[in-house]
């Protein structure tokens, strides 16, 4: 078998990049021909990241189908970012350990999507703002939180159409905590997109980010057998030239004053839908970094 995957493994991989970007070219130039402009400020590339998203906002919220991984994906950021914050000393003690651990934490999520992760921080007290730049996906998470028919889970979250660079300019050093999931390895300007971000949030706080480290195992794992053998993402959802190791990402945020104090390597188990830790980073990542205090 090592001799056949020696002899075989480098004629895979070169068709397996050719079905890609065939594929990807194909959805794009189909996207943003039938989809209205984001704005004159929005790539191309922009637009069809959005466009590819919002595709799947009637299904978000099926946790069986295509977002099934990113549903399960709240069992390992969830207690990441709780867990993070009270290391910190951000939470007050008499909450540690409650229902409502998060309450009185202002955080800002870039990216939301259809809400999946910030209506399960709110539900731990969280006062959440959630960005997001799909029309279609944000209709989806505001039409799933007045489904819930939970006033109190409804006064928590203020969803918003707008780019974290026009966020930026209103709320600099406004936020306990910046949540940023799963939306990384689909940004082109990755530092002004977290300059950006890194503006919203107070000095002492901390910024979370979960994303695809930029390797040859996860983009033949993820993107090679995740979409195109076993489906656990639509095809044209993840690329390689996009994704970021961490020791980038701190490299950047240390640029910005935020120091990195935590960094722990996650996997998915295609077969269990399921994640967990594991002893490195070669797959997937989580980050916690602390704005430096003035």
């Known amino acids: 078998m090592s001799i056949f995957l020696r002899r075989c493994l480098p004629a895979l991989v070169a068709q397996s990049r050719l079905h890609i970007v065939r594929n990807v070219q194909a959805a ?57 914050l009270i290391a910190r000393g951000n939470i ?37 703002t959630a960005l997001d730049l799909s029309d279609e996906l ?9 489904q819930e028919a939970n006033p109190k889970l409804c006064d928590l979250i203020n969803y918003r159409i707008e780019p974290i660079e026009s966020h930026a300019k209103d709320k600099q050093n406004h936020y306990d905590a ?4 799963e939306v990384l390895e689909h940004i082109d300007d990755k530092v002004g997109f977290l300059q950006a971000s890194v503006q919203c949030l107070k000095p002492g706080g901390s910024i979370f980010i979960t994303t695809l480290n930029k390797t040859f195992t996860m983009w033949f794992s993820g ?21 970021i190791s961490p020791l980038d990402v701190q490299r950047i945020l240390d640029t910005m004053g935020c120091s990195t104090v ?14 967990r830790w594991i002893n490195s980073t070669q797959m997937c990542y989580a980050l916690q970094a602390v704005k430096t205090e003035i």
């Not at 540690?96 to 209506?119: A, F, M, Y």
């Not at 910046?178 to 999931?181: D, G, H, I, T």
């Open 138 to 146: 944000i209709e989806a998470a505001r039409k799933h939180l007045s």
């Open 28 to 84: 794009s130039t189909q996207a943003i021909s039938s989809q209205p402009p984001l704005g004159t400020n929005a790539s191309d590339e922009t637009q069809r990241e959005v466009q590819h998203h919002a595709k799947m906002a009637t299904d978000w919220w099926d946790k069986t189908g295509p977002m099934k991984a990113l549903h399960a994906l709240n069992a390992l950021r969830v207690p990441f970012i709780r867990d993070g």
């Open 262 to 275: 935590l960094v722990n390597g996650s996997t998915y188990d295609f077969w269990r839908n399921s994640w």
């Open 223 to 243: 993107v090679v057998i995740g979409e195109y053998v076993i489906k656990a993402a639509p095809i044209g959802t993840h690329h390689y030239d996009k994704m």
């Open 92 to 128: 007050a003690e008499d909450l540690v350990g409650t229902t409502n651990v998060l309450k009185g934490q202002k955080i800002l999520e870039v990216g939301c999507g259809g809400g999946i992760l910030t209506e399960q921080l709110a539900r731990l007290g969280a006062s959440m």
């Open 178 to 181: 910046l949540v940023v999931s």
